[in-house]
């Protein structure tokens, strides 16, 4: 007998998705993310300057910050303030790969995009969640730009969007939350272009190992949830 999925979902169906626009007043892009009970309010800056690597190359950048606020778990997340656990760092540094793999930095020039994750409430998918959202946000603030005669067009060259998959009792399922997120054998966060082209597998074997064939239906299923990702973002765009 398989996995049965709490919420009743079938194994390839993601929670319901949803992108919150212009959430914030001050922030050049903000965008609360849900992706059912998680929800990331992403939060995007640009400022003139770059890096010091990067200064006189005409070239932009694009780094990002994660953080999980005390409320978004049932136990009180203590702040981080000087030293970032290894689990913010790496999280953080993936959306920033991730954002970063969908933009032509010459077209951005000197400038800096920061993007703010911060998750309101934790339900398993956050990072998947804040790149997912991040993207809407980063495309309504280089939007901006061009509206106000910034740039003579967006930076943005495709999309990206991320999901998880974990096997549970041998089969893939698609988008876990929390219980299944706990009970999952193997464990992926998978980021992809608008192309569905792969940039960044991240995958775990909590118990034993897995095998090349259970990393395509893996893959299978993840891009089945990218797919319906960016037309969700597609869809958000342009309402």
């Known amino acids: 007998m398989s996995f049965q999925r709490p919420d009743g979902r079938q194994p390839n169906q993601l929670r319901p998705i949803s992108f919150d626009r212009e959430f914030t007043k001050f ?31 005409g070239q932009g950048w694009l780094t990002a910050e994660y953080r999980m606020l005390p409320g978004s778990t049932p136990q009180r997340q203590e702040r981080e303030f000087m030293k970032l656990s290894g689990r913010t760092q790496e999280i953080q540094r993936l959306i ?17 995009i ?24 980063v495309a309504d603030a280089l939007n901006k730009l061009v509206q106000k005669g910034d740039l003579v067009r967006s930076p943005l060259i495709r999309q990206v969007a991320a999901v998880s998959v974990g096997l549970l009792e041998g089969e893939p399922f698609l988008d876990l939350n929390y219980v299944e997120d706990v009970a999952a054998e193997i464990d992926c966060n998978v980021v992809m272009n608008g192309d569905l082209n792969i940039i960044e597998i991240q995958g775990t074997a909590e118990e034993g190992s897995f095998s090349r064939s259970q990393l395509n239906q893996i893959l299978d299923v993840a891009e089945i949830g990218i797919q319906e990702l960016l037309e969700a973002q597609r869809q958000a765009l342009v309402e």
Request: aromatic residues 2%.
């Open 114 to 137: 920061l993007v703010d994750a911060d998750v309101l409430q934790a339900d398993a998918g956050t990072r998947t969640t804040s790149i997912t959202g991040g993207f809407v946000a």
């Open 27 to 57: 922030a050049s892009g903000s965008v609360l993310a849900k992706s059912g009970d998680t929800q990331v309010l992403c939060s995007v800056t640009i400022k003139p300057g770059v890096p010091r690597f990067l200064e006189n190359t």
């Open 96 to 112: 920033g790969r991730s954002l970063r793999s969908c933009l032509d930095m010459q077209l951005l020039g000197e400038r800096t």
